[in-house]
C-alpha cells in the first residue's frame, strides 16, 4: 500500500515538471544557433563582471533630523599664517552671548614672512602663486573641482581616515626674518553664533566685552595678508578638505578688512574606515579696505563669523547586499538567454518565410524533387 502511494506521489510529481527533457535525438545543432550561443554567453560573462564591480562599489547616502545636541562644546581647529609679527597680533572668540573665549589653546609661532606684496601687485601676485609649494597648489586645484564636481566630495568622505592627524611641521629660526607669525591650535567654544577674529593687539578682558591693545602699535605695521591651512570645527579626520583649506589673501593696504561668514553643519559620518562626529561648513567670503572719509568704517583684521544650523546630516556608507546582487545577476542570465532565444526563433521564421516564398536555398531542392516526384506519379498512371 505505501509503494502504491509512493508511486503515485512520484508520478504526480512528474506530470507536474515545468522543466520537460526532450531527446537528444530530437535536437537539432546549427551554426546559427551555436553563433548565437557564443554571442549570448559572451554577454553574459561581461555583463555578469561589470554587476560584480557595481556589488563591490558604495556610495553615500545623506539623512537630515534635528541637532538636539546644544550642551557640549564645539571645537575650532585653526591654522592661519598672517603677515604680522607675532607681538603685534591677537586672537579670540567672542560669542553671541557677549562670552570671550579665551585662546589658551592657540601658538603663536614667528615664521619667514612669504605674503607682503607691496608693490607691482599684480605681477607679484602672478609670481608667488607660480611659486607656491606642490601640496598648496594641489589643494588649490582640488578646491577648485569640489566646487564645480560636487561628487567629488563622497569620495573625500571614503577616503577619510580616523587616527592622529600628521604632525605639524616646526620652522627652523636659521633667519632674523620672522616677520610673519603662525597661529595654530584649537578652541573650545559654546555651540551658538560667535566670531573668531584675528586683529591688532593682543586681548584682553573688559567689563563691557572686550578689547585688544593696539594703542602702541604702529599703524604702519599692519598688514594682513594670510593663509589658512586649516580652519576646521568639530573632530579632525585626515583625509577630509573644507573650504577655506589652502585659501591666500594678499593686500598692500594696512587698513583692510578681511569677513569670513560661514555656516557650520552638525554631521555625523558613518563609513566603513571611519566613524565620527564632525563638521561641515559653507562660507561667503568678503574683503574691503577700511576708510572712515568715505565712509566704510569698522576695524582692520581677519574677521570668521560663524552660526550653527539647527539640522544635522548623517552620511552613511551603503553597500548593496548579497541577495540583491544574486537577483540581479540571475535576471541578467535568465534574460539575456530568453531574448536571445526568441530573438533567434524571430530570425529563422523570417528567414525560413523568405526562402520559401522566393524558393531560395533549400527550398529549390524541394521543388525539383516535388516535381520530380509527380512527373513520376503521372507514368505510372499511364502505363
Not at 537539432?28 to 548565437?36: I, L, M, P
Not at 593696539?214 to 580652519?231: K, Q, T
Not at 583649506?245 to 594678499?250: F, I, N, P, R, S
Not at 552620511?315 to 546582487?325: D, I, N
Request: hydrophobic share 40%.
Amino acid at each position: 500500500m505505501r509503494r502504491l502511494t509512493k508511486k503515485k506521489a512520484l508520478t504526480l510529481v512528474r506530470e507536474l515538471d515545468a522543466f520537460p527533457k526532450v531527446p537528444e535525438s530530437y535536437v537539432e545543432s546549427t551554426a546559427s544557433g551555436g553563433t548565437v550561443s557564443l554571442i549570448a554567453f559572451t554577454l553574459m560573462a561581461a555583463l555578469a563582471c561589470l554587476e560584480f564591480f557595481v556589488y563591490r562599489n558604495t556610495w553615500m547616502s545623506y539623512e537630515y533630523e534635528v541637532d538636539k545636541d546644544f550642551i557640549s562644546k564645539l571645537k575650532i581647529n585653526v591654522d592661519i599664517t598672517v603677515a604680522m609679527r607675532c607681538q603685534y597680533v591677537g586672537a579670540d572668540v567672542l560669542d553671541l552671548a557677549e562670552t570671550m573665549v579665551a585662546s589658551d589653546g592657540l601658538k603663536y609661532e614667528p615664521v619667514i614672512q612669504t605674503l607682503t606684496l607691496r608693490c607691482c601687485f599684480i605681477h607679484l601676485i602672478i609670481f608667488a602663486q607660480m611659486f607656491l609649494p606642490v601640496t598648496i597648489r594641489t589643494l588649490l586645484h582640488i578646491q577648485e573641482s569640489l566646487r564645480v564636481e560636487h561628487s567629488l566630495q563622497d569620495v573625500l568622505f571614503k577616503a577619510a581616515i580616523k587616527g592622529v592627524p600628521p604632525a605639524e611641521p616646526q620652522s627652523e629660526d636659521t633667519s632674523t626674518s620672522l616677520s610673519a607669525c603662525r597661529i595654530h591650535g584649537h578652541l573650545y567654544v559654546n555651540k551658538v553664533a560667535g566670531n573668531f577674529h584675528i586683529t591688532v593687539g593682543k586681548s584682553i578682558p573688559h567689563p563691557r566685552g572686550h578689547a585688544h591693545l593696539a594703542a602702541l602699535i604702529s599703524h604702519d605695521a599692519n598688514n594682513f595678508s594670510h593663509r589658512i591651512d586649516h580652519l576646521s570645527f568639530g573632530e579632525v579626520i585626515p583625509g577630509l578638505i573644507n573650504p577655506l583649506d589652502g585659501t591666500e589673501k594678499v593686500t598692500a593696504d594696512p587698513n583692510h578688512m578681511f569677513q569670513y561668514f560661514i555656516t557650520v553643519v552638525p554631521t555625523k559620518l558613518n563609513t566603513y574606515r571611519v566613524s565620527a562626529d564632525t563638521h561641515q561648513y559653507s562660507v561667503t567670503e568678503r574683503e574691503r579696505a577700511i576708510n572712515h572719509a568715505a565712509g566704510s568704517h569698522g576695524v582692520s583684521g581677519i574677521f570668521m563669523k560663524y552660526d550653527i544650523s539647527s539640522l544635522m546630516v548623517k552620511v552613511t556608507e551603503q553597500h548593496m547586499p548579497l541577495w540583491q546582487f544574486l537577483v540581479r545577476l540571475c535576471g541578467i542570465i535568465g534574460g539575456i538567454f530568453s531574448t536571445t532565444g526568441m530573438l533567434h526563433g524571430m530570425v529563422g521564421f523570417l528567414v525560413d518565410l523568405i526562402c520559401c516564398r522566393f524558393q531560395m536555398g533549400i527550398y529549390r531542392n524541394l521543388k525539383v524533387s516535388t516535381s520530380t516526384t509527380l512527373n513520376l506519379n503521372i507514368i505510372f498512371t499511364l502505363s
